[in-house]
């Protein structure tokens, strides 16, 4: 009987090792899973914008929620995001772009949506004398 009593004891302090050892774990794996979730996100984005006119390219940074003037254009930058795949990122923002020089109040912005890196003609920035790419988000 003094055998099975030791037995118990020995196999509780195992049960509380091994419960202690997966809760641990686990804090750890769930502290990564955030980590990784806010480098997905951005707090800057940078796009190129192409002058069609004059054919040169730009590259400007915007910081996510500030506006930024680009000669006629008015941009700003709501959200960011880089995808949780290595192999063939993408990236993705949601800006807003106004034009300065259109004096009709109906149309407020001439671009107000989410914007792809891979893929700008999914939902094109149309406007007679730029072109905007996204390129970056960090």
Same mark, same amino acid.
């Given at each position: 009987? =003094?055998?099975?009593?030791? /037995?118990?004891?020995?196999? $509780? !302090?195992?049960?509380?090792? !091994? ?5 641990? =774990? ?5 502290? $990564? #899973?955030?980590? +990784? %979730?806010?480098? &997905?996100?951005? $707090?800057?984005?940078? !796009? ?7 054919? %040169?390219?730009?590259? &400007?940074? !915007? ?5 930024? $003037?680009?000669? /006629? ?12 795949? *290595? *192999?063939?990122?993408?990236?993705? +923002?949601?800006? #807003?772009?106004? *034009?300065?020089?259109? *004096? ?27 072109? =905007?790419?996204?390129? %970056?988000?960090?």
């Amino acid at each position: 009987m =003094i055998k099975s009593k030791k /037995n118990i004891q020995f196999g $509780k !302090i195992n049960f509380l090792v !091994i419960l202690f050892y997966l809760v641990f =774990i686990n804090l750890i794996l769930s502290n $990564k #899973q955030l980590e +990784a %979730k806010e480098t &997905l996100t951005g $707090k800057f984005i940078e !796009i190129k914008i192409l002058d069609k006119i004059s054919s %040169k390219n730009n590259l &400007l940074k !915007i910081e996510i929620g500030i506006e930024k $003037k680009f000669k /006629n254009l008015l941009i700003k930058g709501l959200k960011c995001k880089n995808s949780e795949f *290595d *192999d063939n990122p993408e990236i993705t +923002a949601y800006i #807003q772009v106004k *034009d300065l020089t259109n *004096d009709n109040n109906n149309e407020v912005f001439v671009f107000n949506g989410w914007t792809f890196s891979s893929s700008p003609t999914i939902k094109p920035f149309d406007h007679p004398v730029y072109n =905007i790419w996204l390129t %970056k988000c960090y």
